[in-house]
């Protein structure tokens, strides 16, 4: 798909009178930082390009927004990208990395704390003190399980 996304948007006709400019530099920069981020190693160049790529990225996206396609950009996967140069500075390349593990932790957690609720119509304010007396718990049985 991503060989022939590019392709396909270019002479795209946009409504409005949008030109394509700004969603052609959107989609080949997210495309770029997801190639570069998959290098199986990294200098400072290369992390100064996939930089550049989110930077670029985030720069471009609200034509989205201008075209009526998203009304936001509270992604958990686009925040992410913010931080992908540092963990790569901070623990290596990126390789075989996947968030399915973190994804399904937050569905667990969510659903729990949810039932634990009265589903009333303060219940995420229920949910979330659910969910950090169940973190001090946590906390407090690695103490324990450490003496």
């Given at each position: 798909?991503?060989?022939?996304?590019?392709?396909?948007?270019?002479?795209?006709p946009?409504?409005?009178?949008?030109?394509?400019?700004?969603?052609?530099?959107?989609v080949?920069?997210?495309?770029?930082?997801?190639y570069?981020?998959?290098y199986?190693a990294?200098?400072t160049e290369?992390?100064?390009?996939?930089?550049?790529?989110i930077?670029?990225f985030?720069e471009?996206?609200?034509?989205?927004i201008d075209?009526?396609?998203?009304?936001?950009?509270?992604?958990p996967?686009?925040?992410?990208?913010?931080h992908?140069?540092?963990?790569?500075?901070?623990?290596?390349?990126?390789?075989?990395f996947?968030?399915?593990?973190?994804?399904?932790?937050?569905i667990d957690?969510?659903?729990d704390?949810?039932?634990?609720?009265?589903k009333k119509?303060?219940?995420?304010?229920q949910?979330?003190?659910?969910?950090l007396?169940?973190e001090?718990?946590?906390r407090?049985?690695?103490?324990?399980?450490?003496?």
């Open positions: 798909v991503c060989r022939i996304i590019l392709g396909i948007i270019v002479d795209l946009l409504p409005g009178g949008f030109g394509p400019t700004r969603l052609i530099r959107c080949r920069a997210i495309l770029d930082a997801f570069i981020a998959q199986p990294h200098t290369t992390l100064r390009y996939l930089r550049a790529a930077d670029l985030h471009n996206k609200s034509i989205f075209l009526g396609i998203r009304t936001h950009f509270n992604i996967k686009l925040h992410s990208l913010q992908y140069v540092p963990s790569i500075e901070w623990f290596g390349t990126t390789d075989n996947d968030t399915a593990y973190f994804e399904r932790l937050h957690w969510t659903k704390a949810y039932r634990a609720t009265n119509s303060n219940y995420m304010d949910m979330v003190t659910w969910v007396r169940r001090k718990i946590m407090h049985l690695d103490f324990v399980n450490w003496r």
